[in-house]
């Protein structure tokens, strides 16, 4: 059984780092990890994703450079190593995992079948 489950949402300074973690345990897929965020009123924006099966990483343009993506394939954890916060940052972060087949864009929310519950970010000016 797949569960995800991030860590490390915390309160921080604008321009500080954070460090985001995901449980993947029960996922051996050879498919997506991907992470979102959701803002109160504003819809979910995928950030970054990883295709487990060769390691190929995809970014919105709003994070790309600043947030990268990698995973600890033998712990079976997936980051997000966030720097150069802005206070635009703030939201619930998500990791997300399996793209159902006929879904092909990583950074969709659509077609995921696995969700964390996610984890608070809130970044201060």
């Known amino acids: 059984q797949v569960q995800l489950v991030e860590s490390g949402g915390d309160s921080v300074q604008a321009g500080g780092s954070l460090t985001l973690s995901c449980s993947t345990s029960?996922?051996?897929?050879?498919?997506?990890l991907a992470w979102f965020r959701q803002a109160p009123g504003k819809e979910r924006e995928g950030l970054a994703a990883?295709?487990?099966?060769?390691?190929?990483?995809y970014y919105a343009s709003s994070v790309k450079g600043r947030f990268p993506i990698s995973r600890d394939r033998a712990k079976n954890i997936l980051y997000l190593q966030m720097s150069a916060l802005k206070p635009e940052d703030t939201a619930t972060y998500y990791c997300?995992?399996?793209?159902?087949?006929?879904?092909?864009?990583?950074?969709?929310?659509?077609?995921?079948?696995?969700w964390g519950q996610g984890t608070q970010v809130t970044v201060s000016s």
């Open positions: 997300a995992g399996y793209k159902s087949s006929g879904y092909s864009r990583p950074l969709s929310a659509d077609g995921y079948k696995y």
């Open positions: 029960g996922y051996t897929s050879e498919n997506f």
């Open positions: 990883i295709y487990t099966g060769g390691g190929s990483t």
